[in-house]
Structure formats: structure tokens, C-alpha cells
């Protein structure tokens, strides 16, 4: 079994492409192209949505993996802390929001094509406002990301502390 840092490590970078997918293609964008793009979206998802559940899972019983960093100021210190815990929840809020959708609509929803989400309640207006929030929280999570990467990317340049290279994989070290 790789360590635990190894294991965050892949799953941090599982995500990144997978968030991109989300933010740049919707729902709405892959039905043009049929039920198999569909699928292979709803699919994505699936697999989105268990790394998130993975993620939330090892932070609740083991904490944060990262640490601040001996050159970060007090309010540097409580900023990465808060950043990442507000993405680990918000992914979880995303995945949520997902099983939220399912519960609250008027069809059997299955993640994956394969995969039943919930049983469906048929109701529309809860189903509705879930959606919206569902969206707004994925666009907020993915905005928290964008700031995530910005401040490790200054601590990198600024601080000169090799943040970059603890969660980027040895191969891209000598970039860095």
C-alpha cells in the first residue's frame, strides 16, 4: 500500500483534470451527442463523487495530512488550514448536492448508468433549488480551488518553501 501522503498525492491529482471536465462541460452540452456521452459524463461523475467521498473519509479519521510550513505567517497559517478544509467539505457538499438531486427527483437517477443515486420523491421544486445550489456550490468550490492554487503557488515563488514540489509527483520536481 503506498503511504498516505503517496495515496492524497494521486487522489489531489485525480481531481484537478476531473474539475476542469466539470467546470468547461455540462450536462446539457453532452445530450447533443447521445446517451453513451451521457453516460461516460455521468460516469465521471461517479468517480468524481467517490474520490470526494474518499478524500472527506481520510481527513475525518486521520485530519489534515499537510502541514503549514515554517515560513508562513499566523494569518498565512490560519489561510492554508482554512482553505483546505473549506474544499474538502465543499467537495463533500458537492457529493451531497448530487444524492440530494437524485432524492428529490421525479425519475430513478443511476450515477454511471449503472448506479441508483437515491429513490426518487418526484419533487419538483425541491428538486429545482437542490439543482441551483448543487451548481453555485460546484462554481464556489472550483473558485476556492483556483485560490488554493494561487496561494501555494506564491508560497512557492514568494517563500521560496518548495510547496509546489510537495504535492506535484517526483517526475515534474526538476521543473520546479
Known amino acids: 500500500m503506498p503511504s498516505r501522503r503517496t495515496a492524497l498525492k494521486a487522489l489531489h491529482w485525480m481531481m484537478v483534470p476531473l474539475l476542469v471536465w ?31 467521498l474518499l478524500w472527506t473519509a481520510d481527513y475525518l479519521r486521520r485530519g489534515l495530512a499537510s502541514r503549514p510550513g515554517p515560513k508562513l505567517g499566523p494569518r498565512a497559517r490560519v489561510l492554508h488550514q482554512l482553505l483546505h478544509k473549506t474544499l474538502i467539505w465543499g467537495l463533500f457538499g458537492i457529493a451531497v448536492g448530487g444524492f440530494l438531486l437524485g432524492l428529490t427527483s421525479a425519475t430513478l437517477l443511476k450515477a454511471g448508468g449503472f448506479l441508483p443515486i437515491a429513490p426518487p420523491l418526484g419533487l419538483r421544486e425541491a428538486n429545482d433549488i437542490i439543482g441551483q445550489i448543487h451548481i453555485f456550490e460546484f462554481y464556489l468550490v472550483a473558485f476556492i480551488a483556483l485560490i488554493h492554487a494561487a496561494f501555494h ?8 518553501d518548495n510547496a509546489l514540489r510537495i504535492m506535484a509527483p517526483k517526475s515534474l520536481h526538476r521543473y520546479l
Not at 154 to 160: A, E, F, K, S
Request: hydrophobic share 55%; glycine share 2%.
Open 22 to 52: 466539470f467546470l468547461l462541460v455540462t450536462p446539457d452540452d453532452v445530450l447533443p451527442f447521445g446517451p453513451r456521452a451521457f453516460q461516460a459524463h455521468s460516469m465521471l461523475a461517479l468517480i468524481f463523487v467517490t474520490l470526494c
Open 153 to 160: 503557488i506564491w508560497r512557492h515563488i514568494h517563500l521560496r
